[in-house]
């Protein structure tokens, strides 16, 4: 089968991350967490009591090391060697991750190790911005949402699991926010590419989620 790069864009909590793991193992892609990477270096930040600020940022950039490994079913997320997986998950670090994002040089950054990734196989890349400037040449552009109440339960849900402490109103406003703040950024923003296929999967199963993504994909392969 020929090489091919699968865009995936949409808002927080669409289930971006979860859902292309699962197509990329179906279809022997590899899965890019875009969003992991950008975790990562507002960890990094958090960690070294770094202002998530461009000025503060720009000495700091060449001292973050980022990798993403799969590790069986689970993508690891290394910083700097450390498996940081689990910690990039936690509230103030999403919400670290949506400002250090607006930082055109952490994006620029970012954004040419995703494209060499890209390059050197098959892949499935989800985040803000994959079809509309970092793959913006992707063979096929899906843009996956959801209704704010769907996705706030959804992570609510998710991090019951996971024996988090965790409030819905709250987590509701943290979704509103991040919404308001990718999309409002000056750089590279969140937004449908023109060509890309919108889903919403609100009314949706995860698995039909699953299926309609990869019945797009198999049509150009």
Partial sequence: MKQVAIAVDGPAGAG????????????????????AMYRAAALYAIKHSIPITEPALIPHLDEIEIELKNQGEVQQVLLNGEDVTGKIREPEVSMGASTIATIPAVRLKLVDLQRDMAKKCSVIMDGRDIGTYVLPDADVKIYLTASIEERAKRRFLEMQEKGMECDMETLREDIRKRDEQDSGRAFAPLRRAEDA????????TFDEVVATMIGYIQKIR
């Fill in 197 to 204: 296929i919108f889903l919403d999967s609100t009314d949706m």
């Fill in 16 to 35: 971006k991350s979860s859902i292309s793991k699962v197509v990329a193992k179906e279809l022997g892609l590899v899965y890019i967490d875009t969003g």
